[in-house]
Protein backbone atom coordinates (compact mmCIF):
# COMPACT_ATOMS: atom_id res chain seq x y z
CA UNK A 1 0.00 0.00 0.00
CA UNK A 2 3.05 2.09 0.77
CA UNK A 3 3.84 1.66 -2.95
CA UNK A 4 0.53 2.79 -4.00
CA UNK A 5 0.62 6.25 -2.19
CA UNK A 6 3.80 6.99 -3.58
CA UNK A 7 2.96 6.28 -6.83
CA UNK A 8 -0.11 8.73 -6.57
CA UNK A 9 1.41 11.67 -4.88
CA UNK A 10 3.59 11.31 -7.63
CA UNK A 11 1.33 11.84 -10.18
CA UNK A 12 0.06 14.76 -7.96
CA UNK A 13 3.26 16.44 -7.83
CA UNK A 14 3.54 15.54 -12.13
CA UNK A 15 -0.22 17.30 -12.52
CA UNK A 16 0.22 19.85 -10.13
CA UNK A 17 3.74 20.69 -11.97
CA UNK A 18 1.66 20.57 -15.33
CA UNK A 19 -1.52 23.13 -13.83
CA UNK A 20 0.97 25.25 -11.82
CA UNK A 21 3.70 25.63 -14.67
CA UNK A 22 3.43 24.82 -18.27
CA UNK A 23 -0.35 25.45 -18.41
CA UNK A 24 -0.34 28.80 -17.87
CA UNK A 25 2.22 29.20 -20.68
CA UNK A 26 0.13 27.67 -22.68
CA UNK A 27 -2.74 29.34 -22.02
CA UNK A 28 -0.99 33.10 -21.79
CA UNK A 29 0.52 31.78 -25.36
CA UNK A 30 -3.03 31.12 -26.27
CA UNK A 31 -4.07 34.40 -25.73
CA UNK A 32 -1.95 35.87 -27.58
CA UNK A 33 -3.72 34.61 -30.54
CA UNK A 34 -6.26 37.04 -30.07
CA UNK A 35 -10.40 36.66 -29.98
CA UNK A 36 -10.59 34.28 -26.76
CA UNK A 37 -14.01 33.04 -28.32
CA UNK A 38 -12.93 31.22 -31.39
CA UNK A 39 -9.33 30.91 -29.92
CA UNK A 40 -9.15 26.17 -29.87
CA UNK A 41 -5.95 26.70 -28.46
CA UNK A 42 -7.33 28.71 -25.41
CA UNK A 43 -10.58 26.23 -25.10
CA UNK A 44 -8.30 23.23 -24.92
CA UNK A 45 -6.01 24.78 -22.38
CA UNK A 46 -8.90 25.54 -20.14
CA UNK A 47 -10.51 22.24 -20.53
CA UNK A 48 -7.08 20.79 -19.72
CA UNK A 49 -7.16 22.97 -16.53
CA UNK A 50 -10.52 21.77 -15.60
CA UNK A 51 -9.53 17.79 -16.10
CA UNK A 52 -6.19 18.54 -13.80
CA UNK A 53 -7.95 20.45 -11.25
CA UNK A 54 -10.75 17.54 -11.12
CA UNK A 55 -7.93 14.63 -11.04
CA UNK A 56 -5.75 15.94 -8.58
CA UNK A 57 -8.64 16.42 -5.99
CA UNK A 58 -9.68 12.54 -6.97
CA UNK A 59 -6.15 11.56 -6.56
CA UNK A 60 -5.96 13.73 -2.65
CA UNK A 61 -9.22 11.76 -2.24
CA UNK A 62 -7.82 8.29 -2.71
CA UNK A 63 -4.59 9.09 -1.35
CA UNK A 64 -6.59 10.29 1.90
CA UNK A 65 -8.40 7.27 2.25
CA UNK A 66 -5.66 5.35 1.93
CA UNK A 67 -4.10 6.56 5.04
CA UNK A 68 -7.28 5.91 6.90
CA UNK A 69 -6.82 2.18 6.38
CA UNK A 70 -5.71 0.67 10.00
CA UNK A 71 -4.31 -2.43 9.96
CA UNK A 72 -5.12 -3.44 13.48
CA UNK A 73 -8.64 -3.62 11.99
CA UNK A 74 -7.42 -6.10 9.07
CA UNK A 75 -8.36 -9.58 10.35
CA UNK A 76 -5.25 -11.77 11.41
CA UNK A 77 -6.35 -15.13 10.48
CA UNK A 78 -8.92 -14.61 7.70
CA UNK A 79 -8.58 -13.29 4.17
CA UNK A 80 -8.64 -9.39 4.17
CA UNK A 81 -6.72 -6.55 2.14
CA UNK A 82 -3.42 -7.65 1.55
CA UNK A 83 -3.76 -11.11 1.67
CA UNK A 84 -2.49 -14.15 -0.34
CA UNK A 85 -4.77 -16.99 -0.76
CA UNK A 86 -4.45 -19.89 -2.38
CA UNK A 87 -7.43 -21.92 -3.72
CA UNK A 88 -7.88 -25.23 -5.12
CA UNK A 89 -11.06 -25.58 -7.40
CA UNK A 90 -13.58 -28.26 -5.59
CA UNK A 91 -14.13 -29.79 -9.55
CA UNK A 92 -11.15 -29.58 -11.14
CA UNK A 93 -8.38 -30.00 -8.22
CA UNK A 94 -6.38 -26.89 -10.18
CA UNK A 95 -5.05 -24.40 -8.11
CA UNK A 96 -4.70 -20.26 -8.22
CA UNK A 97 -3.40 -17.87 -6.16
CA UNK A 98 -5.20 -14.52 -5.52
CA UNK A 99 -3.68 -11.25 -3.54
CA UNK A 100 -6.41 -9.21 -2.64
CA UNK A 101 -5.11 -6.04 -3.20
CA UNK A 102 -6.62 -1.92 -3.52
CA UNK A 103 -8.20 -1.04 -6.68
CA UNK A 104 -5.10 1.06 -8.14
CA UNK A 105 -3.31 -2.42 -7.72
CA UNK A 106 -5.37 -4.89 -9.54
CA UNK A 107 -3.71 -6.88 -12.02
CA UNK A 108 -5.81 -10.07 -12.87
CA UNK A 109 -3.92 -11.72 -15.13
CA UNK A 110 -1.14 -11.89 -12.25
CA UNK A 111 -3.40 -12.70 -9.56
CA UNK A 112 -3.67 -9.05 -8.11
CA UNK A 113 -7.64 -8.67 -7.73
CA UNK A 114 -9.91 -6.01 -5.66
CA UNK A 115 -11.72 -6.80 -2.69
CA UNK A 116 -14.60 -5.71 -4.36
CA UNK A 117 -13.96 -8.00 -7.33
CA UNK A 118 -16.74 -11.20 -7.12
CA UNK A 119 -14.10 -13.46 -6.31
CA UNK A 120 -12.65 -11.07 -3.79
CA UNK A 121 -15.68 -10.26 -1.81
CA UNK A 122 -16.46 -14.14 -2.06
CA UNK A 123 -13.50 -14.66 -0.16
CA UNK A 124 -13.59 -12.17 2.14
CA UNK A 125 -13.65 -13.01 6.04
CA UNK A 126 -13.46 -16.64 4.78
CA UNK A 127 -10.51 -19.18 6.46
CA UNK A 128 -7.96 -21.53 5.84
CA UNK A 129 -10.14 -24.81 5.20
CA UNK A 130 -13.75 -22.69 4.36
CA UNK A 131 -15.19 -23.84 1.31
CA UNK A 132 -16.73 -20.51 -0.57
CA UNK A 133 -18.95 -20.46 -3.63
CA UNK A 134 -18.06 -17.76 -6.29
CA UNK A 135 -20.64 -16.79 -8.77
CA UNK A 136 -18.98 -15.79 -11.28
CA UNK A 137 -20.54 -14.53 -14.95
CA UNK A 138 -19.28 -18.02 -16.25
CA UNK A 139 -22.15 -19.41 -13.64
CA UNK A 140 -20.81 -21.03 -10.18
CA UNK A 141 -17.59 -22.25 -8.91
CA UNK A 142 -16.66 -23.79 -5.52
CA UNK A 143 -13.39 -23.15 -4.33
CA UNK A 144 -11.55 -24.41 -0.95
CA UNK A 145 -8.92 -22.17 0.81
CA UNK A 146 -5.58 -24.39 1.10
CA UNK A 147 -3.38 -21.38 2.19
CA UNK A 148 -3.54 -17.80 3.32
CA UNK A 149 -0.89 -15.63 4.14
CA UNK A 150 -2.56 -12.42 5.63
CA UNK A 151 -0.61 -9.06 5.38
CA UNK A 152 0.45 -9.57 8.98
CA UNK A 153 2.11 -12.66 7.98
CA UNK A 154 4.15 -10.52 5.06
CA UNK A 155 4.87 -7.75 7.76
CA UNK A 156 6.41 -10.30 10.26
CA UNK A 157 7.79 -12.20 7.80
Not at 18 to 31: G, M, W
Not at 104 to 129: K, M, T, Y
Request: proline share 4%; net charge negative; hydrophobic share 35%.
Amino acid sequence: MIDVKKRLEDEIKALDYELKVQLPKEIQRAREFGDLRENAEYSAAKERQSYLDARIAQLHRRVAALSMINLERIPKDKVGLGAVVTLRNTDSDQEVVYEIVSPEEIDPENGRISASSPIGRCLLGHERGDVVVVRVPAGTKEYEIIKLMTIHDQVEG
